[in-house]
């Protein structure tokens, strides 16, 4: 069965400093794969994903992610966050020819200090 | 604008009496999902449309209803609730097809079951 694990359910960091949350997948098969965010009291935005071709994504708000299949691992990162950037972000996966099914990660909730 | 409609945003009722939180959108969409989203748990799906009148359970189905009589609308009724359906739901919708479509989502609706 399909998994999506983020193994970091809270990420604090500096306002200004990088950040990365990270994203594991489980499948035999190929998958689709999303970062979402979510601030508070909304609903979920879709920040960036992955389909096919090049492994690194870019996304809004500055943010990229990149598929690695080898380590079936699809990691985000901002090189320098900002206050607004404090949400919660959840990875996504959906398998290829499974439709729209998504199953999610925990999310990660970020918290940027200054 | 694009955009999926939840009503009520808030409830708090009481063990067993009926409720139905609606949902629609006025993008065309032909998948429509449901997910309830609790803490340390990610959001889970609970039932899924592809289309009107073909609807199915996601992965925790038990203790709800839905209904597709027509595209825009999907609303999720439960019948008897209790109190471990306290959460906050989302509605989601996307374009068909098997093509890793990203999903819509509202702003939600916080249930609380007393």
């Known amino acids: 069965a399909q998994s999506v694990t983020q193994l970091d359910s809270q990420v604090p960091v500096f306002e200004e400093a990088p950040v990365e949350l990270r994203c594991n997948y489980s499948s035999s098969v190929s998958v689709y794969l999303f970062w979402y965010v979510q601030y508070p009291n909304q609903g979920l935005q879709l920040l960036l994903k992955?389909?096919?071709?090049?492994?690194l994504v870019k996304g809004i708000n500055g943010f990229e992610a990149e598929f690695n299949k080898s380590q079936t691992s699809f990691h985000l990162r901002k090189p320098s966050v900002h206050i607004s950037d404090t949400a919660e972000y959840f990875c996504a996966a959906t398998l290829s020819g499974g439709g729209n099914k998504l199953t999610f990660g925990t999310g990660t909730q970020l918290k940027v200090e200054l | 604008e694009a955009q999926v409609t939840q009503n009520p945003r808030y409830l708090i009722t009481v063990t067993g009496k009926k409720l139905t939180v609606t949902c629609s959108q006025n993008?065309?969409?032909?998948?429509m999902s449901w997910y309830r989203q609790d803490p340390g748990l990610g959001l889970r799906q609970i039932y899924y449309?592809?289309?009107?009148?073909?609807?199915d359970k996601g992965d925790v189905p038990e203790g709800y209803k839905v209904s597709r009589k027509e595209k825009r609308n999907f609303p999720l009724i439960l019948e008897s609730p209790s109190p471990n359906q306290t959460s906050l739901y989302f509605c989601?919708?996307?374009?068909?097809?098997?093509?890793?479509?990203?999903?819509?989502f509202g702003d939600g609706t916080r249930l609380s079951i007393l």
């Open positions: 989601a919708s996307s374009l068909g097809g098997a093509l890793g479509q990203p999903q819509h």
């Open positions: 992955y389909l096919s071709g090049s492994t």
């Open positions: 449309s592809m289309n009107v009148e073909v609807t």
């Open positions: 993008m065309n969409h032909e998948y």
